[in-house]
């Protein structure tokens, strides 16, 4: 069976930090595109990062670009997303998705990146930030 796990989630003041996990298993992901998702309240889910597969190349939301940091280690199956500066916009529930098939230009895969391209997601962990 196929599960992505998410785990990290939490509180924290603005300004702080928080490192999310994604743990694949019942596959090998290791030639899937990876990205993170977030749904705050009342909004729609937004994609804010993408890594492929080859964790050479990724993609961020314009609003988190230089503070949050998305890294894969393939021989665990495990994507990480290092969030710092965090900022109350930032609350949201965080799923982690995966997809075979993305553009292979990131800034083509930023411009059409939406949830029904990934095909596995995880059930999401919840991330506060406090002004």
């Known amino acids: 069976q196929v599960q992505l796990v998410e785990s990290g989630g939490g509180s924290v003041q603005a300004g702080g930090s928080l490192r999310l996990s994604c743990a694949a298993s019942?596959?090998?992901?290791?030639?899937?595109?990876m990205a993170w998702f977030r749904q705050a309240p009342g909004k729609e889910r937004e994609g804010v990062a993408v890594?492929?597969?080859?964790?050479?190349?990724?993609w961020y939301f314009k609003s988190v670009k230089g503070r949050f940091t998305l890294s894969r280690d393939n021989s665990k199956n495990t994507v990480y997303l290092q969030m710092n500066n965090l900022t109350p916009e930032d609350t949201a529930i965080y799923y982690c998705?995966?997809?075979?098939?993305?553009?292979?230009?990131?800034?083509?895969?930023?411009?059409?990146?939406?949830?029904?391209?990934?095909?596995?997601w995880g059930q999401g962990t919840q991330v506060t930030v406090s002004s």
């Open positions: 019942g596959y090998s992901y290791s030639s899937d595109y």
């Open positions: 998705a995966a997809t075979k098939y993305l553009s292979d230009d990131p800034v083509i895969a930023g411009l059409i990146l939406s949830a029904p391209l990934f095909h596995y």
């Open positions: 890594i492929y597969p080859g964790g050479d190349e990724t």
